[in-house]
Nanobody, 116 residues
Framework: QVQLVESGGGLVQPGGSLRLSCAAS????????MNWYRQGPGEERESVAG????????NYANSVRGRFTISRDAAKNTLYLQMNSLNPDGTAVYYC?????????WGQGTQVTVSS
């Protein structure tokens, strides 16, 4: 079965950086497009970034473009989200996502809090 486990969240000051990880099992991530989403307090889930199976194309929400970078390590079967220049709008639970085996799969989420 597919399992996605996010990690790397925490408390950071505005302007700081974090790298989130999503460790996958039950599938080889290099065969699928992968995505990061986030949901802030009292807000709807928002798409943040995506990467194609080959890694040839990436896309980002306008609010994070230029500050966040999505990537993957095929050898570790892990998806990453490097977040730089964080601001309080980045406070949210971050989830990784993949559509595989005819279903959407989600991790449990990792909390990011940006506060001084």
């Amino acid at each position: 079965q597919v399992q996605l486990v996010e990690s790397g969240g925490g408390l950071v000051q505005p302007g700081g950086s974090l790298r989130l990880s999503c460790a996958a099992s039950g599938l080889t991530i290099s065969n699928y497009a992968m995505n990061w989403y986030r949901q802030g307090p009292g807000e709807e889930r928002e798409s943040v970034a995506g990467i194609t199976s080959t890694g040839a194309f990436t896309n980002y929400a306008n609010s994070v473009r230029g500050r966040f970078t999505i990537s993957r390590d095929a050898a570790k079967n892990t998806l990453y989200l490097q977040m730089n220049s964080l601001n309080p709008d980045g406070t949210a639970v971050y989830y990784c996502n993949v559509y595989a085996y005819s279903a959407d799969h989600w991790g449990q989420g990792t909390q990011v809090t940006v506060s001084s």
